[in-house]
């Protein structure tokens, strides 16, 4: 149960690079009125990252990857729940694994 | 600004506390695998809270990377923060800075997808969130530190983060005013992600996918609602 000063610099240099992006900008930009066109694109964020981040993981999860994803998405839109989507998708993954 | 509580922000997080607890019990899992302390997994865990991260720092540390090298990585990782604390940032206007500076801290894929539907956010609802998310990423990894030893298939548990993923795709996709534009963003992000994968392995992927999806998006939806006047 001790943390070692090398891994305490580490994390405390990981969480500083990580905290910057995370603050800046919400302290930042909720000063200012957005242009327009600005709001726009930002509404597409969530979903382009999204999308990336989830087809970036199912590049390594090999051939059970995408029918598990597609029970994930099966699920969330029958039943807008995302536990439910969740299981699915790790339950199928499992299966097939 | 609304004033919806701290307890309303809790119940909201459900959902994220659920699926972290399966991601951060993986994560805590081979956390204890890369010889980590369980002090360290409580550190990495509470004030790093990057899940994807927290993964990469675990794998460099087993290879012996220079933490220079892990720190670097973990920036261009996790720079994609800049575009979701922008985009919250609307939500959040007259709101004290450093109560802004609090919230976004805690700032994640997850948690954001879940406050994005919401204008204008309440701080303290986002509050309620945040903290709870937060705690139960702290517990499951340390759950799985505990079950170190016993687990041998984090890959299936692994399997939460994409899921998840794909359960907040769907989602935020029935809150998107324009649904066909949405669905033309989330292909063609998915696409030119892992493309970009493939080709350069690294950080820069979901930065650069989420940057064209977004731009995509807007460009369909100025070009139906009128065309431009110049080409």
Known sequence: ?97 | MTHESFAAGMRAAVPVVLGYLGIGIAAGVVERAAGLSYAEVLLLSTVLYAGSAQFVVTSMLSLASPASAIVLTVFFLNLRHLLLSAALAPGLRGVPAWKNALLGLQLTDETFVVASGRRPLSPAWMAGLNLAAWSAWAVANLAGAALSGAARDTRTLAFALPAMFAGLLVLQARIQPRLREALGVALFSGAAGAGIQIAAPGPGAVIGATVLGATLGLALERWKSGPKSSR
């Open chain 1, 1 to 97: 149960m001790e943390v070692r000063p090398e891994i305490l610099a580490l994390v405390l240099g990981c969480a500083l690079v990580t905290a910057l992006p995370r603050v800046l900008p919400l302290v930042a930009l909720s000063r200012l009125e957005l242009p327009p066109w600005l709001a726009d694109w930002m509404r597409y964020v969530p979903i382009a990252v999204l999308a990336a981040l989830l087809a970036i993981e199912l590049l390594s999860a090999g051939a059970a990857g995408l029918p598990a994803i597609m029970a994930a998405f099966a699920v969330a839109a029958a039943t807008r729940s995302l536990l439910g989507s969740v299981i699915a998708g790790v339950a199928i993954y499992w299966l097939l694994n």
